[in-house]
């Protein structure tokens, strides 16, 4: 990557980023409250929610067992259930993301324990660096919908400010999801939801290797559950 492509406001991923914020903030938003609650579900939503819990736990078993005195940013938070089990060790949590309503819902959730209710949920950029410095960044299935390029851009923008690690979700590139990927470019676009955009894996992780020799490529794991498909990277900074 050039000096000019650097960071991660690229006219891509500020199109894109402007599409998921008017969906999840307001075409989705009582749907994905729905998928993030324990409520009945049909059986194709009903497997995304059980992938996005295993999701959920793999990486949080990527974080330390016990964050007491450790910050964490969870960017893309959504209606905040990672944040509230990481609260819940002991993380200093800081969560953003780019719908209103769903961060609204997530503080409104973690008023009912105490160790959740003091979570710093805003609306905002994950990419923001007035956020400030973390110990830890936790990044699912927030990445998901952009190129591998702006992927990279917004990782190595989390790097600068993170001591720890860095653990994220990309949609893997598997015959199944490049064929969604393909088909849903005929639909009229008011119909779409922002696509997924499938990343080869060795692909992102020679990227990730240029852009951040330093840092240590560690865990990996593909989720697989019915509708949903996703897979956790693990990065270790190099002081952690």
């Not at 939503?45 to 992938?51: L, P």
């Not at 959504?78 to 209103?100: N, W, Y």
């Not at 840092?215 to 697989?224: D, L």
């Amino acid at each position: 990557m050039s000096d000019k492509t650097t960071t991660a406001t690229t006219q891509t991923y500020e199109r894109r980023r402007g599409e998921l914020q008017h969906y999840f903030g307001r075409t989705a938003s009582e749907n994905w409250v729905k998928m993030t609650s324990d409520s009945p579900l049909n059986r194709i939503r009903a497997t995304v929610r059980a992938g996005r819990e295993q999701m959920r736990q793999t990486l949080l078993s990527y974080l330390p067992a016990d964050f007491a005195g450790r910050r964490l940013f969870d960017a893309g938070c959504g209606t905040g259930m990672l944040s509230m089990e990481a609260a819940r060790r002991g993380a200093q949590v800081v969560a953003i993301d780019l719908a209103a309503t769903l961060v609204a819902e997530a503080r409104e959730r973690a008023k009912a324990d105490p160790a959740t209710a003091g979570i710093d949920f805003r609306v905002g950029d994950m990419f923001d660096p007035a956020l400030g410095e973390f110990d830890h960044v936790v990044a699912m299935d927030s990445l998901i919908h952009y190129e591998a390029a702006d992927v990279v851009r917004v990782i190595k923008g989390f790097a600068a400010r993170t001591k720890g690690s860095i653990v994220f979700t990309f949609a893997p590139k598997t015959g199944p999801l490049a064929l969604m990927h393909a088909v849903g470019k005929f639909f009229p676009r008011s119909d779409r939801s922002p696509a997924i955009v499938p990343v080869g894996e060795a692909h992102l992780k020679r990227l990730l290797a240029q852009e951040l020799p330093a840092w240590t490529i560690g865990r990996t794991q593909r989720i697989k559950s019915g509708f949903y498909t996703s897979q956790a990277l693990e990065l270790i900074a190099p002081s952690a």
